[in-house]
């Protein structure tokens, strides 16, 4: 879903990047804790600059990383 919605709307699109977080949560599922977390920074990066930092969705957005952060130790 995810390369059909870049493919047919645009990486910035909000369907693509709500795929890009949705996709965060099955990688998690999956327990690929590195890819969450790079492609949350992803997801941040273009949130921001399509919405702004203090939108809902980018605030959701920097929890999700921020957990990320923690779950693999950084601090």
Same mark, same amino acid.
């Given at each position: ?5 870049? $493919? ?7 369907? &693509?990047? @709500?795929?890009?977080?949705?996709? &965060? ?6 327990? @690929? $804790? ?12 273009? $949130?921001? @600059? ?9 605030? @959701? ?13 950084? $601090?």
């Amino acid at each position: 879903m995810l390369k059909a919605s870049q $493919r047919t709307l645009d990486s910035e699109h909000p369907n &693509t990047l @709500r795929a890009m977080n949705n996709l &965060t949560n099955s990688y998690s599922d999956l327990g @690929r $804790r590195q890819e969450v977390m790079k492609l949350f920074e992803k997801v941040l990066e273009l $949130r921001q @600059r399509t919405l702004s930092s203090e939108h809902p969705n980018t605030l @959701r957005v920097i929890n999700g990383l921020a957990n990320s952060y923690s779950y693999l130790g950084y $601090r």
